[in-house]
């Protein structure tokens, strides 16, 4: 089965999605935080973080909108930078988003998600070649990321129809509400039923933590096209990597072992490539940590408590550096 790198604002950024596909790997394709509109143009800080990866590992764009025309500015200039394939956010919970119709706010209007879905039919039919689109010579794919409602379950099912006949490549459904954001029991009824009616392939995202759980939907869902995962991956890097050799080092291994060694060995190179580039971009203490302390956040239960709550509280370089040496120390 396919695994998807989920997109996190803040935390997967380009040079994290790079760094991840160089030490840890196993991922099939990484997807993009959100491009949005800012002042009727395509945020530049979002356009800027793209094209992070080489090789063979795969970079999705994502868009968020609240019209067709705010989709066709934001896909157009994903086009003319060259990506053939673009994700559609129909799930961010966020109320900045939800409030301005975006995200999850959107799933309960038909007629705008039926308007991008035409839209959306017309620049895959014309390869790209649309007048407002730069010639393109591979067809451009579009999928869609969504939850099964803003407020209620109905509302997925209401759009599935539309989406059904609209010319997708995937759909990944996380089967909560945008009122619960990313808490609260996850509805499997929904998703079976979604599982059985949707046409597309599709892809499950939501609370996946352990290389046994990858293997369980699996067992469950045979015909799924994946499973996307976010935050288990930020807590263990190494977990498309294990899924991919089969080994279902399930529970995090004893502090001492050969595996954790190697396990934070990675996690410390991983560290080196995005502080370096954080130096290299920001300036000023504060800017600088801002951008490295969430590279930890998630790992919290891999490493010492200690070590986690130094790099947590410091507010100088130097102190941070402590923190990290200590950490160093033990791999
Ligand atoms: C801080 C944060 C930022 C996120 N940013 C995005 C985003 O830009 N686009 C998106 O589709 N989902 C975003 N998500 C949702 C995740 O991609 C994912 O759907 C969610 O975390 C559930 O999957 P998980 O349990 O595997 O983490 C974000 C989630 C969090 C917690």
């Not at 080489?54 to 909108?65: L, T, V």
């Amino acid at each position: 089965m396919r695994i998807l790198f989920a997109p996190l604002q803040s935390y997967t950024t380009g040079i994290y999605r790079k760094a991840h596909a160089e030490i840890f790997g196993g991922v099939d394709a990484y997807y993009a935080p959100f491009l949005r509109i800012e002042n009727g143009k395509p945020r530049e800080k979002d356009l800027r973080d793209l094209n992070a990866l080489e090789g063979n590992a795969r970079e999705i764009p994502q868009i968020i909108a609240n019209s067709v025309d705010e989709f066709k500015i934001l896909a157009d200039a994903l086009i003319a930078k060259g990506y053939t394939e673009i994700d559609f956010n129909m799930g961010c919970p966020f109320p900045m988003q939800v409030n301005r119709h975006r995200g999850a706010g959107i799933l309960n209007d038909k007629q705008t998600v039926q308007e991008i879905m035409d839209e959306i039919r017309k620049i895959s039919n014309t390869n790209g070649t649309a007048p407002t689109i730069v010639k393109g010579t591979a067809p451009v794919k579009f999928s869609v990321k969504m939850r099964l409602g803003q407020d209620s379950p109905d509302e997925a099912f209401a759009l599935l129809p539309i989406l059904n006949e609209a010319p997708l490549s995937q759909i990944t459904l996380h089967p909560r509400l945008g009122k619960q954001q990313y808490k609260g029991a996850i509805d499997f009824k929904s998703f079976e039923k979604f599982y059985e009616e949707c046409r597309h392939p599709l892809v499950y995202n939501g609370d996946i933590t352990s290389v046994s759980q990858i293997c369980e939907m699996e067992r469950r869902y045979p015909k799924l096209a994946g499973v996307m995962i976010g935050r288990g991956l930020l807590a263990r890097p190494s977990l498309a990597a294990e899924y991919k050799e089969l080994r279902d080092i399930n529970c995090v291994a004893p502090l001492n072992s050969d595996t954790h060694q190697d396990f934070l060995g990675k996690i410390l190179q991983m560290h080196q490539v995005i502080f370096d580039h954080a130096c290299k971009t920001y300036q000023g203490d504060s800017q600088i940590l801002s951008h490295v302390q969430s590279f930890w956040e998630y790992l919290e239960p891999s490493i010492p408590k200690k070590i986690f709550k130094k790099i947590k509280k410091a507010g100088k370089l130097s102190e941070y550096q402590e923190a990290i040496t200590a950490m160093k120390e033990l791999s």
